[in-house]
């Protein structure tokens, strides 16, 4: 079954320190993974998409088929990082288009 | 430009009653969908408008639960007889490129009491 798995729900790093969001994903073809995130108090929006590979506020994801994980990780990490993450996974599912979301890890960046 | 617009923004009922949640998605975007996030859980998917195709309902939770879209503009989402476990934000989120880059509007929370 296509899924997204985000293995933690919350996530506390200092600030200046290194961060990683685990994802994992299961699907039988050419997936594509993009990063959501939400601010708070602010509405959901899109970080970043495997296919674009570009660096976005300091986050990179790469795809790694093998391992079938798309971590999202930023070298040093900023107090305004603080948000909600998604992993989110696009492909065609039971005959359509969709879009799975991960459950999402909360990241905390303490001064 | 304007984005994806919601309304209400809060939404208080009493077990039992019917409830509507608009969404007015970005203008020229053809792809809707709606999302149910409860309460420290992630995005669950409800349904997908996509053009006039046939809407992709697979997510929704019960029959008290439909979704109507006019053309390629506003969007209700209607549960009926709500439920306490009903109580969540539900999120809107539109496309102009299928399901890839999806827009959010702010969600409507509902609450039942």
């Known amino acids: 079954a296509q899924r997204v798995t985000q293995p933690e729900k919350l996530l506390s790093v200092f600030k200046g320190a290194p961060v990683e969001l685990k994802c994992n994903y299961s699907?039988?073809?050419?997936?594509?993974l993009f990063w959501y995130v939400q601010y708070s108090r602010q509405r959901l929006q899109l970080l970043l998409r495997?296919?674009s590979r570009e660096s976005i506020k300091g986050f990179t994801a790469d795809l790694n088929k093998g391992e079938t994980s798309f971590h999202l990780k930023k070298p040093f990490a900023q107090e305004e990082d603080s948000a909600m993450y998604y992993c989110?996974?696009?492909?065609?599912?039971?005959?359509?288009?969709?879009?799975?979301f991960g459950q999402g890890t909360r990241l905390t960046i303490n001064p | 430009g304007a984005g994806v617009s919601q309304s209400p923004s809060n939404k208080v009922t009493e077990k039992g009653k019917d409830v509507e949640l608009r969404c007015d998605p970005i203008?020229?975007?053809?792809?809707l969908y709606w999302y149910r996030q409860r309460l420290g859980q992630g995005l669950e998917f409800l349904i997908y408008?996509?053009?006039?195709?046939?809407?992709?309902k697979s997510g929704l939770p019960s029959d008290r639960f439909s979704a109507e879209r006019t053309g390629e503009s506003v969007s209700t989402l209607t549960i009926q007889r709500t439920q306490q476990e009903d109580s969540a934000v539900y999120l809107c989120?539109?496309?102009?490129?299928?399901?890839?880059?999806?827009?959010f509007g702010p969600g409507t929370r509902l609450t039942v009491l």
């Open positions: 408008f996509q053009g006039n195709s046939a809407p992709d």
């Open positions: 989110a996974l696009a492909g065609i599912i039971q005959g359509a288009q969709k879009l799975v």
């Open positions: 699907y039988s073809g050419s997936p594509e």
């Open positions: 495997h296919i």
């Open positions: 203008s020229g975007h053809t792809a």
């Open positions: 989120a539109s496309s102009s490129e299928g399901l890839y880059t999806q827009y």
